[in-house]
C-alpha cells in the first residue's frame, strides 16, 4: 500500500537523495576565472578587428590618396558608374566633364581613375 507524501515529505526525500555537496578542493582565484572568461571576448575582437576594420581602414586610406592626388585632365569613373575627364578641383567637390555635359559631383564620389593626365613636358612615346 502506498502512503500519500504531504508536501514537506516529497521535500525531504529529494534533498536526501543527492547527499552531501564537496567542499572546494583550495581557494578560488578570481583573476583566473575572469581571465577565462575574458579571453574568448579578446579573442573574438582581435578576429574582428584583423578580419573587418584594418582592411576597411587600409581601402579607405588608399581611396584617400586617390582623390588627393586628382588633378585636371585626369580621366575617372565614379561610383555610379559614369566616365568623364576632371575639369576643376575644388575642396570638396570636383567638376567633370561627361560628354557634352558638365557635373559637379563630391570627391568621394570618384572610385578610380582610368587614365592620369601626362605633365605639360612629357610626350607619350
Known amino acids: 500500500m502506498l502512503y500519500p507524501l504531504t508536501n514537506h515529505a516529497c521535500v525531504a526525500a529529494l ?9 572546494p578542493a583550495g581557494p578560488a582565484n578570481p583573476q583566473a576565472d575572469l ?3 575574458a579571453l ?4 573574438m575582437f582581435v578576429i ?6 584594418r582592411p576597411q581602414q587600409k581601402k579607405a586610406r588608399e581611396h584617400q590618396a586617390l ?4 588633378k585636371p585632365r585626369d580621366k575617372v569613373v565614379t561610383s555610379g558608374g ?3 575627364e576632371v575639369i576643376s578641383i575644388k575642396d570638396k567637390t570636383v567638376t567633370l566633364r561627361c560628354g557634352e ?3 559637379e559631383l563630391l570627391k568621394s564620389s570618384i572610385a578610380e581613375v582610368v587614365e592620369r ?8 612615346s
Request: proline letters at 10%.
Open 101 to 103: 555635359s558638365k557635373l
Open 117 to 124: 593626365s601626362q605633365p605639360a613636358g612629357e610626350s607619350k
Open 15 to 23: 534533498f536526501a537523495a543527492d547527499g552531501p555537496v564537496p567542499a
Open 40 to 43: 574568448p571576448l579578446i579573442l
Open 48 to 53: 574582428f578587428y584583423v578580419l573587418l576594420i
Open 82 to 84: 559614369m566616365f568623364g
Open 67 to 70: 582623390v588627393s592626388a586628382l
Open 35 to 37: 581571465l577565462k572568461m
